[in-house]
């Protein structure tokens, strides 16, 4: 067939769409993984946590997360007396290398590991302009980075403060809660390194999971329910204080 | 019928094209897993779920170290999974021969999580290392994997 000037112009459109099919493979998670099988969650123990910050480290290996920027963090509560609406809160460097002795030992003191709450009507995921973030059907929040334009609006919407724009990529960042991970049947890298078990990963889909029976036993809260954002990390023996 | 139909034929002719260019430009442009699952690019999910993990998990260190995992048994530390003091070991579970951990400084390791400070929990055990060793390392009197000290004659 000879190639005119007119057949070349219906045939690279065409080729162009073949190609983009062939590009288009996409890769294997686990074989053996079902997405609709899990709704993941975390139960975070407060009166548990050391503030050794072993998981923002852990963290920071794991998802090599940039100097300076958290996808996990400890804040240290100190509350004095009756004043519970004005908490001091102190986060050095995210509690990565653990806290200095506080000048005032009155009062209520404890800390509180913070991550993104994988809210099941997360605020995030709809203000996203271009579908670069969205909730997974297993309940995971997750950025697609390729597809991700670094807009910020995500970061403005979080009520959690837990996005932050990573400098290297200029593209939006966020626990994923260690997707790489869980879908393999490992635990996140925060709930694996933490000594206390302060830090509990949880299927709300798998009926055997202990997270059943330590939310019928338990008064257990999520961080600013007023804003019903649905979210799925619940704390355990949380202070009024506590934002 | 009408007359001069000819114009609307032409017309009906370029609208016809700007369709299709849209049509192809549009199958060209979106990723085909677009919209699988809701509205993002599902593929996105298996990218992110193939990355490679950095800590191995406790269960994968206990296949081999099962002396290890004996002794912890003994103490309390049985809870404390083996990379939170060693660190991400999972290059040396795939490949133990070259990937060593390296030898741990029990000054810095213990004291992450047992110097004492007003936030941790009471029950917790928590000690001033700069009273209670006076600078000696903690591993000089405690084994870090069964903390306890067990004076002899006595369980």
């Not at chain 1, 190609?19 to 975390?42: D, F």
């Not at chain 1, 509560?77 to 506080?102: A, C, L, M, Q, T």
């Not at chain 1, 995971?140 to 403060?161: F, M, N, W």
């Not at chain 2, 133990?96 to 390791?109: C, E, I, M, R």
Request: charged residues 20%; glycine residues 8%.
């Amino acid at each position: 067939m000879e190639i005119t000037r007119r057949r070349l112009l219906v045939l690279l459109p065409a080729a162009a769409v073949a190609w983009k099919y062939v590009l288009a493979g996409t890769p294997e998670a686990s074989p053996n993984y079902q997405l609709t099988e899990h709704w993941w969650s975390m139960l975070i123990d407060i009166p548990k946590c050391i503030g050794c910050g072993s998981c923002v480290r852990a963290c920071a290996e794991e998802n090599d997360v940039p100097q300076g920027y958290y996808r996990t963090w400890i804040e240290r509560y100190h509350v004095s007396d009756w004043r519970i609406e004005r908490p001091e809160v102190e986060s050095p460097d995210g509690g990565k290398n653990g806290f200095p002795p506080h000048a005032d030992d009155g009062g209520k003191n404890f800390f509180v590991p913070k991550l993104c709450n994988h809210c099941a009507d997360s605020p995030c995921t709809q203000v996203c302009p271009v579908g670069a973030t969205f909730i997974t059907p297993d309940g995971v929040v997750l950025v697609d980075k390729t597809y991700c334009l670094g807009c910020r609006y995500c970061i403005q919407a979080c009520p959690y403060g837990c996005r932050f724009l990573n400098p290297r990529t200029n593209t939006a960042e966020k626990c994923s809660l260690c997707y790489h991970r869980i879908t393999k049947g490992l635990t996140t890298a925060c709930c694996e390194v933490c000594p206390t078990g302060a830090r509990q990963l949880a299927d709300l889909k798998n009926p055997k999971d202990p997270i059943h029976e330590f939310l019928r036993t338990h008064a257990v809260q999520v961080l600013k329910p007023h804003m019903a954002t649905g979210a799925k990390v619940f704390y355990n023996g949380m202070d009024g204080s506590v934002r | 019928m009408f007359k001069d139909i000819e114009h609307l034929i032409r017309l009906a002719v370029v609208i016809a094209i700007a369709l299709v260019a849209f049509v192809i430009l549009r199958a060209a442009v979106v990723p085909h897993s677009f919209g699988q699952y809701g509205h993002y690019r599902g593929a996105a999910i298996g990218e992110i779920a193939s990355r490679p993990v950095a800590f191995a998990g406790h269960d994968t260190c206990e296949a081999c170290h099962t002396d290890v995992v004996d002794q912890k048994k003994l103490g309390k530390h049985v809870v404390v999974a083996c990379e939170a003091c060693h660190g991400a070991l999972a290059k040396h579970a795939d490949d133990p021969g070259s990937v060593q951990p390296g030898k741990l400084d029990t000054a810095v390791v213990c004291a992450r999580c047992h110097e004492a400070n007003s936030a941790k929990p009471k029950g917790f055990p928590q000690v001033a290392t700069a009273d209670h060793a006076g600078g000696l390392a903690c591993d000089t009197c405690h084994q870090p994997h069964r903390p306890k000290i067990e004076t002899e004659g006595k369980k």
